[in-house]
């Protein structure tokens, strides 16, 4: 109960996420609340608080990317990691014999954060959309039944720009590169 007085003489502010299924989300909490996550995201450790009798929970490592929205500038700028955070939290890469002709590849993959996916849903909804690069599983706007990325088929072109398949009409294999 004390927890609760206590954000009531508190500002809200708004924490908007994405996941890397694509799915946005929001979350209204006090700052010192915001301030938590902030570290929790810094140490790649889950988040669970509880705000006005509702639990929230988030994985760091699903986080796409979030922003805090009600804060000012100069603050905002605090609150996000600094390069060399990132750099630190980035994997290493190994160079063994296998990868070698892969390291173009894969610093390729590492810089371009985003990928065009063409949604082929059994329900017959076929559509284009931009999620992370990583992503490996989505949610079909129209009956939001799972769909899986078929790396396996490679790249296709949509009318974006070269993109992955993304369905459920047929199983799909997860470790396919």
Known sequence: MRNNF?????????LVYTLITGYKGQVNL???????????????????????DETYGLNPSHV?????????????GLLYMTEEEKAKQRPKLVQT???EGDDKLLAAAYNNK??????????????TVQLSAFTNTGKCNKC???LFVDRARGKIDTYKGQG??????????????
């Open 6 to 14: 206590e954000q009531l003489n508190e500002p809200l502010l708004t």
């Open 30 to 52: 006090p700052k010192s609340k915001i301030m938590e996550f902030i570290e929790h995201f810094k140490q790649g450790k889950n988040y669970v608080t509880t705000s006005y």
């Open 64 to 76: 796409v990317d979030f922003r805090v929205v009600g804060l000012y500038q100069k603050e905002v």
């Open 97 to 99: 014999e296998e990868t």
């Open 114 to 127: 985003s990928a065009f996916y063409k949604i082929d849903c059994k329900c017959g909804a076929i559509y």
């Open 144 to 146: 939001k039944e799972v």
């Open 164 to 177: 992955w398949i993304m369905t459920n009409k047929y199983p799909v294999d997860p470790q396919a590169k």
